[in-house]
């Protein structure tokens, strides 16, 4: 893995876990799930603009339209929409935390369910990563967070890893950007029907909205996954996904810097220990495709 995957990798975390910031500050002042979808229909649009510029079409075969549906219910509306509501309640840093536990449902998931072999060092990372989770979702309880919108947050993860559990390989074939632009629209489309119909429409404008909205718009929402598409094919899926290790990381310090949300000892000492994990589960899962 040259410098450039390195830097590219860095880039991706970043981004990705920016979203959970900038979403606690777009739910403080507008309904959640009517901005999501609005979101996801700009950033759908522009996906699909580009995939056409890039000669991608949306003739898809069985299988990628049945992935698209999937990721976009399960990822965009369910995983998102959860978060989304969540952070009307909860810190961002926290959403983050229980978001990036996501790959080691996966990992315990493919081994209880689909038997797939992880080694000492992966099991040693569910242990891992399940006890770092264990500290920091105690403590933040015992501090007062919210249980409801902590719940919503592992259903959002839950509904996350069962998509990419049941979905794996599924959108091979190419027409990647044009599948990840119409997964967008799926959502924008779920989203949107809930919303309108369950949320009261009332905005309270500011710049710092606009600002946050524009942001998570086309930075995680577009950016995000055209790099990480570029990272896929430049030193492949399993050894990009060993960049998530960093999404705890990211997303706390970033929430800290922006929000000013506190973080105390066993945060910091959880998060070091979630982190290392989801590197360890990551690097199995690595060990076990090459050999």
């Known amino acids: 893995m040259n410098i450039r995957a390195i830097l590219t990798g860095l880039a991706f975390a970043a ?28 950033s759908g649009v522009l996906g699909v603009l580009i995939a056409l510029a890039l000669r991608q079409t949306w003739r898809l075969t ?31 840093s926290l959403a983050a935390i229980v978001a990036s536990s996501m790959p080691l449902m996966v990992g315990l998931a493919s081994w209880a369910i689909f038997g797939e072999k992880i080694g000492p060092v992966g099991g040693l990372g569910l242990v891992t990563g399940v006890v770092g989770v264990s500290i920091i979702m105690g403590t933040r309880l015992q501090g007062g967070a919210d249980l409801y919108g902590v719940a919503l947050c592992v259903g959002g993860a839950l509904a996350l890893a069962l998509a990419t559990l049941t979905m794996r390989g599924a959108t091979s074939g190419g027409n990647f950007v044009m599948i990840v632009g119409l997964q967008m629209l799926v959502g924008s489309a779920v989203l949107g029907v809930i919303g309108l119909a369950t949320e009261p429409l009332i905005i ?45 990381f990211f997303g706390v310090a970033i929430a800290a810097v922006v929000l000013g949300e506190k973080l105390g000892p066993s945060d910091i000492i959880g998060v070091a220990v979630v982190m290392v994990g989801i590197l360890a589960v990551q690097l199995s899962r690595q060990k076990q495709v090459s050999a």
């Open 62 to 92: 069985r299988a990628q339209w049945r992935a698209t549906i999937v990721f976009g219910i399960c990822q965009n509306a369910l995983y998102l929409g959860l978060n989304f509501m969540a952070m009307q309640t909860i810190e961002a």
């Open 204 to 248: 309270d404008w500011s710049w710092t909205l606009v600002a946050a909205f524009l942001y998570t718009t086309l930075v995680p929402g577009l950016a995000a996954t055209l790099v990480w598409f570029l990272l896929v094919n430049r030193i492949g899926a399993v050894k990009a996904a060993t960049f998530h290790f960093l999404n705890p």
């Open 15 to 42: 981004m990705w876990s920016s979203a959970f910031t900038t979403a606690r500050i777009i739910v403080a002042s507008a309904p959640p799930l009517t901005a999501l979808s609005l979101r996801f229909l700009i």
